[in-house]
């Protein structure tokens, strides 16, 4: 079985390449397989489309979902060709992979310039006025009368 992650690293590991060479992003590429077939795949894009969210995983989850129609990959497997920036563990978290396989670490990525400490950082902050870039709560009633009118909707789809 381990050879079997190594192939698909290995293939996450050539879209990495393939984006960086072809100036699509960063060194950074990701496959999604259910049931040993690929189902989604994506590499960085974020500074060939402007988009700071185009980011391998995210790329390979969306593909995924919009091949298997369905905004959860259970059952699946993310190969990813270095650990999950904490965007995309969000990301991750909310698709629902069975589990994730990573080749790079996070140091790794740090030691040619992609260090994401400082969200690490900010995220465990408790006072979310001294984060860097400040959050402020403002209670609008009318946000609040729309997550009201999403819990009593029976025609929603929870996920």
């Not at 060194?27 to 590499?43: L, Q, S, T």
């Not at 993310?78 to 140091?107: H, K």
């Amino acid at each position: 079985m381990e050879d079997t992650h190594v192939y698909y690293l290995h293939k996450a590991v050539a879209l990495s390449k393939y984006g960086m060479e072809n100036g699509f992003g960063g060194p950074f590429g990701c496959i999604i397989v259910k049931d040993g077939a690929i189902v989604g795949e994506g590499y960085n894009k974020v500074t060939s489309t402007n988009d700071p969210t185009a980011h391998a995983e995210v790329v390979a989850i969306r593909d995924a979902c919009k091949n298997l129609n369905t905004f959860q990959l259970n059952g699946c497997i993310l190969y990813t060709s270095c650990e999950p920036c904490p965007m995309c563990m969000g990301a991750i978290y909310w698709a629902r992979p069975q589990q994730v396989f990573y080749a790079n670490t996070r140091l790794d990525a740090a030691n040619i310039g992609f260090d994401d400490k400082l969200i690490y950082d900010e995220i465990k902050l408790d006072d979310l006025s001294q984060r860097k870039i400040p959050f402020v709560h403002i209670k609008l009633d009318a946000a609040t009368q729309v997550f009201a009118d999403w819990q009593s909707n029976i025609q929603k789809i929870d996920y």
